[in-house]
């Protein structure tokens, strides 16, 4: 079965402290993997994506994060966090099962302090 | 133009109203998707169009109606809600279903209220 797991339902960092949003994902067949940014009341934004062009892949905003297929994760990282950071963060798996699906994890929210 | 355009931003209707949701891209994409997300939720595919045919639909309530009138264009028509209903309501491209590695570009979604 394909499955994508948001270890943490809420993250809290202080401004320009590193960021990290973990996800873990199962999935029988080669995944495509990405992590959407929303902020309240919009819609979804493309932070990044995973192509295996590369296990690190950089994104949007100082946003990266590393495929680790013998871990099954694709953790989200930045360096230093902006209070424009603070958002719903969903990690997102697309499988082929005979058809290609699309699998959302839980979200994380993530807050940010001054 | 990268950009997937939802109207309207905000929809107030009573449970006997029939409205419409309508959606529009112009990036040239052959997928087009209709998701509701309720609150502190992942959205929840409700509908997807392939070459303007509707190829998934995820068990969804006949109250809700998808059309498809071209590429660009999607609606979503609404009759007979219940307050259940209320949700905000996104709509999606991609180049393709099930192009692999291809992302999926939202709209800024609908806010629905039934009353």
């Known amino acids: 079965a394909q499955s994508v797991t948001q270890l943490d339902s809420h993250v809290s960092v202080s401004e320009g402290t590193p960021v990290l949003l973990r996800c873990n994902y199962s999935s029988s067949y080669s995944p495509s993997l990405f992590w959407y940014v929303q902020h309240p009341n919009k819609g979804l934004q493309l932070l990044l994506k995973?192509?295996?062009?590369?296990?690190l892949v950089k994104g949007i905003n100082g946003f990266e994060a590393e495929f680790k297929k013998s871990e099954t994760s694709f953790h989200l990282t930045k360096p230093s966090a902006h209070m424009s950071d603070a958002a719903e963060y969903f990690c997102?798996?697309?499988?082929?099962?005979?058809?290609?699906?699309?699998?959302f994890g839980a979200g994380t929210r993530l807050f940010v302090k001054a | 133009d990268t950009e997937v355009t939802q109207t309207p931003k905000h929809l107030v209707m009573g449970m006997t109203n029939k409205k419409s949701l309508k959606c529009e891209q112009h990036m040239g994409h052959r997928a087009m998707y209709w998701y509701k997300q309720k609150a502190k939720k992942p959205p929840e595919l409700m509908f997807v169009?392939?070459?303007?045919?509707?190829?998934i639909n995820e068990s969804v309530p006949s109250r809700f109606s998808p059309e498809c009138p071209n590429s660009s264009l999607l609606n979503l028509h609404l009759h007979a809600l219940q307050p259940e209903d209320s949700a905000l309501y996104l709509c999606?491209?991609?180049?393709?279903?099930?192009?692999?590695?291809?992302?999926?570009?939202f709209g800024q979604g609908t806010r629905l209220t039934v009353v």
């Open positions: 169009y392939s070459y303007e045919k509707l190829s």
């Open positions: 997102v798996v697309s499988v082929y099962t005979g058809g290609f699906k699309t699998i």
């Open positions: 999606a491209s991609s180049q393709g279903q099930g192009v692999k590695d291809t992302e999926a570009f």
């Open positions: 995973y192509t295996s062009a590369a296990t």
